[in-house]
């Protein structure tokens, strides 16, 4: 699985693989969202005193996990990260040093619009990656993650598949995710070239 999303990476820059997390395991999650679900908290856009909820741009709730210390219920997903993370640097020498990671649930009707995941400030983020977690996932659900090139075309339009994993490269690839019909359930998160805790 993790060579075949390095050789994904080399060829265009990203990787969708389905199949990442099996159903007992996606069982276990859809627990912990259900049982933490006051925990988590409107997600903010922005930075320092700009730091703002703005649900025209971003309708998620969000629960940080840190990697260092992950419930139980994370290890595998941390665990399957960390390889990746010693893989990325063993054939690009990327040298990646630490993920940031949060769990994160899209309301019925929320979206997050058109950005980029590396602007000035979070110029050390170099991969984002997406395991989808929601249990179900129908044809008519929409939410799919609309990848961009640097021109601004579609290059890919992602259906979130329960239990798969995308990643790109975060500096290449503006995306979106697309309003759905059912609440969107997902680990997001970014490798960094520095230690972050
Ligand atoms: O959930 C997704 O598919 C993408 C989320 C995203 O772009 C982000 O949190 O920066
Ligand atoms: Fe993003």
């Known amino acids: 699985m993790i060579e075949q999303i390095i050789q994904e990476i080399e060829g265009k820059g990203w990787s969708h693989r389905t199949g990442v997390i099996g159903p007992t395991e996606l069982a276990e999650i859809k627990d ?3 049982h933490r679900r006051s925990e988590f908290v409107p997600a903010k856009v922005g930075k320092g005193e700009n730091l703002q909820r703005a649900e025209n741009i ?15 219920t994370f290890r595998h997903l941390v665990h399957f990260l960390t390889e990746l993370k010693e ?4 054939h690009f020498f990327l040298g990646l040093k630490d ?16 950005h980029s995941d590396r602007h000035g400030l979070e110029s050390s983020r170099v991969l984002s990656f997406i ?3 929601h249990d ?14 640097k021109d601004d075309s579609i290059l890919e339009t992602v259906k979130p598949v329960p239990g798969s994993f995308i990643c790109f490269l ?16 997902s680990f997001t998160g970014w490798m960094h070239r520095k230690i972050l805790y």
């Open 32 to 34: 912990f969202f259900d």
């Open 58 to 72: 971003r309708g998620d709730y969000t629960f940080w996990i840190d990697p260092h210390e992950p419930p139980a």
């Open 87 to 90: 893989a990325l640097n063993g």
């Open 99 to 114: 993920f940031e990671c949060h769990l994160a649930y899209y309301p019925p009707g929320t979206y997050y619009t058109k």
């Open 131 to 133: 395991f989808y977690l």
């Open 136 to 149: 179900e996932w129908n044809e008519n659900d929409g939410g799919e993650l609309v990848i961009y090139d």
């Open 170 to 185: 975060s500096e290449k690839f503006p995306h979106e995710v697309k309003p759905a019909k059912r609440e969107r359930r």
